[in-house]
């Protein structure tokens, strides 16, 4: 299972945050003209202000906190807002043109709530799909998506951690693996399993969202860097990680990979990789 965050430093860091905006915020309105706000008036106002923000982010800092506290709450959670989040459909073309050379029996890491299936729809290069997913809360999405896009190919789907896959070595054509390894608990171990299960030739398909370098961009490094006890918790144990550099070391592959900025109005998930690696034939 993946590891639970700190809750009390997720609540720390959102006390902090209450400290931080509110702070602004008086700064701010004091700095309002007396013309528009008598001194009365704007003390009135910033205090009103001040409640109604702080029950805001007090509200937030309790529902991270039991978030922070459950595993099951966290990934019944994710499921959810996972399958929100993908049907803004941001990435497809994207994600779609990576994914149009898939072929033969397919094994997708973290397929979460199905979204790749939009792309597999109209392949008939794909002769058997094998997911594997450690988050159950998943099942109903992913069986939906999956009989929206009318998928006829055979599908199976083994309900586990990618480091603790069981499968016969070289037994898989095509690897699929998108917005996964931010969340493993061992990025080295899921992408030797990835390895072990391609057939010589066969190929790996990547697409992550990675952490900035510091020297290109020290203030989205840091505001990531703030940010990630958050998304360990909303986002069910991801970070942000170098993961282009994981990728990069894998042995007996060539590799082909970009970074580029995702069309998202999110800064902090712009920066992405993506790419595939494809299997020496003679290791």
Known sequence: SLTAPCPCCVLQTSLIIVIITLSILYLIISSIKTKYFDGKKKNIFLGLLS??????ITGLAIFLGVLGSSQAMRSRWF???????????SLDVITCDLLKN?????????????ANFRCFANNNKITEWVGVEPNEYFKEYLYNEKANRNITFPT?????????????????????ATHVLCSVNDVNQVLHQIKRALKPGGVYYFLEHVIVEESSNKYLYYYQKFLEPFLKVVANG??????????????????????????????????????????NEIE
Not at 79 to 89: D, G, H, N, V
Not at 164 to 175: A, C, M, R, T
Not at 255 to 272: C, N, Q, R, V, W
Request: charge should be positive.
């Open 51 to 56: 409640i109604v923000i702080t029950l805001l």
């Open 79 to 89: 499921a959810y807002f996972c399958m929100k989040l993908t049907k803004s459909k």
């Open 102 to 114: 898939v072929h033969g029996r397919v094994l997708e890491i973290g397929p979460g709530p199905g």
């Open 156 to 176: 199976s789907i083994v309900w586990m951690n990618g480091e603790n896959l069981d499968i016969d070595p070289q037994s898989f054509d095509s690897v699929v």
């Open 238 to 279: 991801c970070k942000f990680l170098p993961l282009g550099n994981y990728i990069q070391d894998l042995k007996d592959f060539n590799i082909s990979m970009k970074s580029f900025d995702a069309p998202t109005g999110l800064s902090f998930i712009k920066p992405h990789i993506s790419g595939y690696a494809i299997k």
